[in-house]
């Protein structure tokens, strides 16, 4: 049972394109949903979260929306640049975050020059 | 910033041997530690859950006399890769839970590239 749906599987953009990746959940449990940015042969590193009591966060160029209601969030990259070029997993936890982190299957994005 | 250590980085081995993989939180006390593998193109996928003193939670299907975890200090964790086998070969991550951060995000290592032979 996959409890973080994530699209799309794969992303181009032209650089100074908006990215724009979805993610869905079903455990109403879940209050914690960050974004991770990993580079090939690197470990994920946190790009931004968000916890359902925002319906919008932002940080520089990345913004996460999140519609509780409906129970989406998504990842906005604003002015995308070939130095984005990377796989973006969502995830979602219970308990403020420390529970165990469930990921989404990731977008590979590819920021064309 | 919180920051996770993994040694090796990488670590080739012969089928049937064993090899252990360390997790360091280098600036920071971290009450758990999770494992990850990860295949290529896929996603991370979580092994156990590791808290400082005591036994570890494995996932279904994760076999945990393959996978020996010990947490044995606020700082350190190990995975002991069990007479290991070309099917195991894959990218092994771990991340660490900061309780200095009121969200209790968790701060991920570099990785462990494993290939068995």
């Known amino acids: 049972q996959q409890q973080v749906k994530q699209s799309p599987q794969s992303l181009i953009v032209q650089k100074g394109g908006i990215s724009i990746i979805n993610c869905a959940y079903e455990n109403t449990a879940f209050d914690y949903f960050p974004w991770y940015q990993q580079f090939p042969g690197k470990g994920p590193a946190l790009l931004i979260a968000i916890r359902p009591d925002v319906s919008e966060k932002k940080e520089g160029r990345f913004t996460i929306s999140f519609n509780k209601s409906a129970k989406q969030f998504s990842l906005h990259i604003m002015d995308s640049q070939p130095g984005d070029s990377a796989t973006y997993f969502c995830?979602?936890?219970?308990?403020?975050?420390?529970?165990?982190?469930?990921f989404g299957k990731g977008t590979k994005l590819t920021v064309n020059p | 910033g919180a920051v996770v250590s993994q040694h090796p980085s990488r670590v080739i081995c012969k089928s049937g041997t064993s090899v252990k993989i360390e997790c360091r939180s280098l600036?920071?006390?971290?009450?758990?530690m999770f494992w990850y593998r990860q295949f290529p193109k896929q996603s991370l996928m979580l092994m156990a859950t590791s808290n400082e003193g005591s036994k570890a939670t494995y996932e279904q299907g994760v076999e945990k006399d393959k996978f020996l975890i010990n947490h044995a200090s606020l700082t350190l964790s190990t995975l002991t890769v069990t007479s290991a086998h070309p099917e195991d070969s894959s990218f092994y991550i771990c991340?660490?839970?900061?309780?200095?951060?009121?969200?209790?995000?968790?701060?991920f290592g570099p990785g462990t590239r494993l290939t068995v032979l």
């Open positions: 991340s660490a839970d900061s309780s200095r951060t009121p969200i209790g995000e968790q701060f």
């Open positions: 995830a979602a936890s219970a308990q403020g975050g420390s529970e165990k982190l469930v």
């Open positions: 600036d920071f006390q971290a009450t758990t």
